[in-house]
């Protein structure tokens, strides 16, 4: 017996709330009835576009109620979503496309342009409108409608979902019906009440942090309120129109938008909870917060792309003074079926308040990385996701998260690998050495910091280095700050950059 | 990937929760790393006293510590716990043991005669103690402590459930750790908050109506309070003394507590939710409980043991008035996770509204009936339970059972099957022909009633025969009432008694 398939989670939507609202999207209501059939009818045009069981649909789309239907659309035929990042470099888009192989690319107004571009370069033989209203490309509703396949099994994969790779090639992350279903069973501390739940989207659908909460909102017949981009106002316009109970935020827009001009005029009495996850929540933005919205609840979860949710620290520890306060730091209590150890270099499980690398083993890891065995066995070993991160378990069992064995920011939400930017400045042929690290940053949490040497006799500004970066990777990874070093970069015995004697020394200097 | 199993949930318990409590029973409270440990020591103990993978391990116990304990170590060492109802016969208790072919017997102080008894006449060949003092049979704390086995697979069974069977012979549900923590993950609507969880389990835990909540309280790392038995008083008192937060109780029970002559001095503020299965909640006594106990919220779940949950009717709906008024004579919503199809007879899917077989397909199904493949695929067809209980689902998804194919009659929370009723009353000599049939009971729900028509030249006095059963099966399963015909039962053309012709007489009689 396993966790319903996510198509089910439709049925059953549709069955226990047909005449509710399912997806709300601007000026359109479609209850849940309408989106099952709508769902159903896309998964046919897909059977009728030539995709298959296991073939793969990329989607290069802004949120919408299209994409949500896509997503299950995708399960129902067995086919298997590759949703893209959007603010990519159009070169690592089509690396991602090329990775993917996918037989079709879903696509709409906004992105269209990118897609007919990845199309031209050959790395996807065909391109369709996601939305209805046809463009240059023509709409996936044009297709004909083909017979749908029987529904298929639970742990086929449904989505892969790209994350950057320490090795330069996008690693694709698998997961299938049951991990994504068992996620929201084991992660239910963090919805709260999931009653009449009213949902805004704003995370984007192409990270597991969005699709997390599609599927939850979908299972618990729930109304999905996507929107297409973050804007402070847009998500407080959005929460009052739609009287939204939930809405996930990382703790850098928990600050935009109560930073928002308008704030005060907004009518959020209908809002529950705020969930947010990527990064812990500052004590001083939590105090404006519980001051601003004095009846909502926080709720954060840490996890990755590979584990989906790992701990989750729940509302009543969101809390500056008294007996259970304290836990704010940490990432909270593992999932009632996320067995969380913390393990020493040597294997052995940390003592409680020892550092080590955070490891899981849960119902809701990724079956592995998409054709490429050699890094799915190097993270995915005797059943537990080895995280890269590393931290510790205290007393009460609460885990804290200090310090990332994968050298990755964390921007705005965005991860970004450090080796990524650092290959970019390489490129460059002024750049001798480079190290980039992330330094704290009030507003996304960590900003993308290079230190570079350049070579004797050479120039070259940090705005040109910058400029240089952002041809070639998305905006959000290339540097916004550079400093520059006339001494060679401090050295492991093994050659590798010592990051923390970097980070160390602009603390000392102040360059923060 | 599947769901953690049940030993996981103490590990992860006595990791988040170590120093909290675990389980008060009586004047004992212990931690949950003490009931980890404890539960483990049980664990050796037992593969000591032979207990092998896929061993047997009938308890014969009144709810306890040691019982949760029980049910865990065995599930550690992938061996089958298989409870047996404490209020059955002699006979039925060695029937199903002889069924169940259990390497060991763990029994109480209450119980050690009985299963003395069963051990003479042969139908297990060991008898220890669980509780720790020792009367005439050591305790299993006597053993030798053995080497524990790897845990075994969630899918592997770790419990027969025993149902009376309309076929006479006992079936032995299997359940296994995949299907009792998947209801738990499906089901959570009926818990409420789970947070800090103090469940008094009144429930005996022979029945998988218990069973679910130890799962469900191990799994939020919560408080058990065992009752040894039901007793309306001790329930107020315990829920007193402890704090407790939940309770389960049918809807006679809930009566009885309200009933209790010192309700009103007892402190009930802690107590958040009432949970109650087996039967509607009549109207008249939902409106005295919330005026009681305007502070607790209501529960209703339905399901069988060969199902556990199907539907949860959610709190907010237990209310007279208003627009979600209505569906209190209703089972509620099928769980998620749990895909309930309501089938004519020709196998097709009824209509809203539409009356006929209530069929589920979910996680939380059993795997089969023990070494009875025909039973199994008789009630277990392409992925579906078919239930045997007749009913209709609502525009809203709301199902409402009416009526069970099963000639099934539960009464004070007991499933009694009628056939097995009429077996005993046709082993007394005077008996020409009966009928078994529930009747309305302001208390029970439903009490045992028997319709008789006596041989030509007997007689027989209604307590004679009340009397005669009792010797033969169950106190609870006897007739508490006996209607005498001196015209032959009506039939149907298949020969079949119309109990529905017999019902409709007695009530134009007034026999109720």
Redo the contacts between chains.
Sequence with gaps: ????HLW??V??AA????SGEAIIFGDSRTTWRETRDATETLAMKLVGAGVGRGDRVAILAANSDRFIQALFAIARIGAIAAPINTRLALEEMEGLARDAEPRLLLTDAAFEKQALTIQAQGAVPIVARLDAVSGAVSSIDSAQAGALPPLGDA?DTTCLLYTGGTTGRPKGVMHNS??L??NV??S??ILG???DMRFVHVAPMFHIGAIAYVVAVT??AGTHIPLPAFDPEAVLNAIGANQATHVTLVPTMIARVLDCPTFADKNLSSLRRIIYGASPIPETLLTRAIEALPHVEFGQSYGQTETITITVL?A?RHITSGALAGKLKSAG??A??A??EVRTSDGAIAARGELGEICVR????M?GYWRNPEATAATLRDGYVHTGDIGF?D???FVTVVDRLKDMIITGGENVYSVEVEDALFRHPAIAECAVIGLPHSEWGEKVHAVVRLKDNTRASAEELIAFCRTRIAAFKAPRSITFSATPLPLSGAGKVLKREIRDALAREGAR
Tied chains: 1, 2.
Aim: no cysteine; charged share 20%; net charge negative.
């Design positions: 017996m396993s966790a319903p089910e989670l049925e059953r069955l226990v709330n047909a742990s049951d991990s279903v068992m069973f084991q239910a501390d009440s999931p009653r299972m618990h729940p009543q209590l593992p009632p079926g067995m969380v849960s119902g809701s890891l079956s378990m007393e009460e069992g």
